[in-house]
């Protein structure tokens, strides 16, 4: 009975996970085609840069990674250690989403 209940979980959240990609991409799509039949032409510049909020959210991951390693060599509690080392890694990453953004504020003046 364990496993099926997982199994409703598991196939339950998958259903809302692609339906919930099936509306994004169908009301984006729906945006787009509205536009161009009215005339209205948006310059995409996020396509210049599509791949700077990928390089620096990674590279902030990684050294997130490498700073929460010193935190598992520290003698702490397991519970201690673990929301250290989550902790760092979200910070790190969102360190590096923040300096693309700044990085692509710059680059585009």
Not at 26 to 37: A, F, G, V
Not at 38 to 58: H, P, S, T
């Amino acid at each position: 009975m364990k496993d099926f209940n997982e199994a409703i979980g598991f196939a339950a959240i998958a259903l809302g996970f692609i339906s919930v990609v099936f509306i994004i991409a169908r009301y984006t799509y729906l945006i787009k085609k509205e536009m161009i039949k009215q005339g209205i032409y948006l310059e995409n510049r996020a396509v210049k840069y599509k791949y700077l909020d990928i390089g620096c959210i990674v590279f902030g991951l990684g050294i997130g990674l490498l700073v929460s390693s010193i935190f598992t060599s520290i003698d702490l509690t397991e519970d201690t250690t673990d929301l250290l080392v989550w902790g760092t890694i979200l910070i790190f990453g969102a360190a590096g989403l923040v300096a693309a953004h700044f990085i692509r504020k710059k680059l585009e003046d």
